[in-house]
């Protein structure tokens, strides 16, 4: 049962443009989540986070935006860069559960 | 960077040997955690450990035990290894309380032949 879901497995934007990148979660007692991102042979590295208790963080270009009554986040890029061409998985966990629940993944892919 | 390192960085065996993946962190962190990585199902919990021979068993457990004799290290063993257990293996590792980031290794690639 995925609790954490990314539907969409690939994502291609133009430069300059803005990424959207879409989670959804089931489990209600979700109550942080996070954005990592993953290039080619290297570990996952933290992006951005957000606690139920805010609807928006940001942090520089990125943003992430929760909806709690719908179980949805996105992570916003704007402008989105060559560099920003990697996986992005999105995290959740549970107050009290120090575990880490990951969504499949998705890559994007920024052209120039 | 966060002062995590997993040994060996790439390793091919054969079916039915043991293996044992570490993890070394110099952080001090209480929470270590195993992680697989498979394309279509993202990165799956396998073992954490809350504390020195405190751990307990993730979403894909079966064929894989952990140990952790010292804060700093924290080793998964594969049994035996089986093909469905080709795969890429991260060690992270996490601190404080419940809101906060883990950090990550970078990774260990074992294909099992």
């Known amino acids: 049962d995925q609790q954490v879901k990314q539907n969409s497995p690939s994502l291609s934007v133009q430069e300059g443009r803005i990424s959207i990148l879409n989670c959804d979660y089931t489990n209600s007692m979700f109550d942080y989540f996070l954005w990592y991102k993953k290039y080619p042979a290297e570990g996952p590295t933290f992006l951005i986070s957000?606690?139920?208790?805010?609807d928006k963080n940001e942090d520089g270009r990125f943003t992430v935006f929760l909806n709690k009554s719908a179980k949805h986040l996105s992570l916003h890029i704007v402008p989105s860069q060559p560099g920003d061409s990697a996986v992005y998985f999105c995290a959740a966990s549970a107050q009290g559960a120090q575990k880490l629940v990951f969504g499949q993944g998705t890559r994007l892919t920024i052209n120039p | 960077d966060a002062g995590i390192t997993q040994s060996p960085r790439h390793k091919v065996t054969e079916t039915g040997t043991p293996v044992t993946l570490r993890c070394h962190q110099t952080e001090n962190h209480r929470y270590m955690y195993w992680y697989r990585q498979d394309p279509g199902h993202g990165l799956r919990l396998i073992h954490y450990?809350?504390?020195?021979?405190?751990?307990d068993k993730g979403e894909v457990s079966d064929g894989y035990s952990v140990s952790r004799s010292k804060t700093e290290d924290f080793l998964l063993t594969l049994e035996s290894a089986t093909s469905s257990q080709t795969s890429v293996y991260f060690c992270a590792i996490k601190g404080g309380g419940w809101n906060t980031e883990a950090f990550f290794g970078q990774g260990t690639r074992l294909t099992v032949v």
């Open positions: 450990s809350y504390g020195v021979k405190d751990t």
């Open positions: 957000i606690s139920s208790i805010k």
